[in-house]
């Protein structure tokens, strides 16, 4: 992997967790669209449904979660099962990657069950979530997943947000040397991710540019109401920042 950092080759991923924020995200600039499904568990696996529809939507790549339920990423036989099969129908339905994420109990990247998860996968791209910060030894686990074959490690390095953990994430890159990518993720938005760009010097970026889309509905019960918005994403934020990337000059 060649991860050389040059003017207007950074690339912004954007979650999306409906097919609305698929295409706001990709006429406001986004490079890569991370598809998942229920945001209040941090994003699992989205449905058949969900994939084809945001397949046929998007020209830029799609990498689709495969994550079986929320909570930690220790995962039993029988989910481990189920997340092979979503990659197998991730690769029918023509998706570019998937994003990926597996521990041990020690708090060690599960080799053996990322590998093939990642042998399943392929000649789809895959990208190793933020499990990572959950790694007892963050460049020992940087090794792991280089082991595995993933292309790149989602990551806030190891802190609540990427900008305090800029130093990790910095520090990961440098250990990494072009061997994999290092994506900065976790409340990154316009006002930051210039600073973000510059204490990493990574050429990828993660974002939610999460917003709440009101409900259509004519009728909404008043006690209930805030429970009808839609998570969704904020085009203006997602094209702040695609612009902010492409002016931008590393040093």
Do not use: W
Not at 10 to 15: K, P, T, Y
Not at 34 to 42: K, Q, V
Not at 109 to 119: A, G, Q, S
Not at 186 to 210: K, M, P, Q, Y
Request: hydrophobic fraction near 40%; aromatic fraction near 6%.
């Amino acid at each position: 992997m060649n991860e050389k950092n040059l003017s207007g080759s950074s690339r912004l991923e954007i979650i999306a967790f409906t097919i609305a924020s698929c295409e706001i995200a990709q006429a406001a600039g986004a490079s890569r669209i991370e598809l998942c499904d229920n945001p209040a568990d941090g994003g699992t696996t989205p449905s058949y449904g969900f994939i084809k529809a945001a397949r046929e939507v998007l020209d830029i790549d799609l990498y689709a979660m495969i994550r079986p339920r929320g909570g930690d990423f220790l995962y039993s036989e029988a989910e481990f099962e189920i997340a092979k099969t979503d990659v197998e129908i991730c690769k029918e339905l023509g998706c570019d990657g998937v994003v990926i994420g597996l521990l041990n109990r020690d708090g060690s990247i599960d080799k053996e069950r990322t590998r093939k998860l990642v042998e399943l996968a392929f000649p789809l791209g895959v990208t190793f979530h933020r499990a990572f910060d959950r790694t007892r030894k963050p460049l020992e686990a940087l090794e792991d997943v280089i082991e595995t074959g993933c292309e790149r490690i989602l990551t806030s390095g190891q802190a609540p947000g990427c900008l305090a953990g800029a130093a990790l994430i910095a520090k990961l890159r440098q250990h990494a040397d072009g061997r994999i990518a290092i994506m900065p993720g976790s409340g990154l938005n316009s006002s930051n991710i210039i600073d973000v760009a510059r204490a990493t010097g990574a050429t990828e970026f993660h974002a939610s540019a999460r917003t709440f889309a009101s409900s259509g509905m004519d009728f909404v019960q008043e006690a209930l109401a805030e429970d009808s918005r839609s998570v969704t994403v904020d085009g203006s934020e997602v094209k702040k920042m695609s612009n902010l990337l492409n002016r931008y000059q590393p040093q």
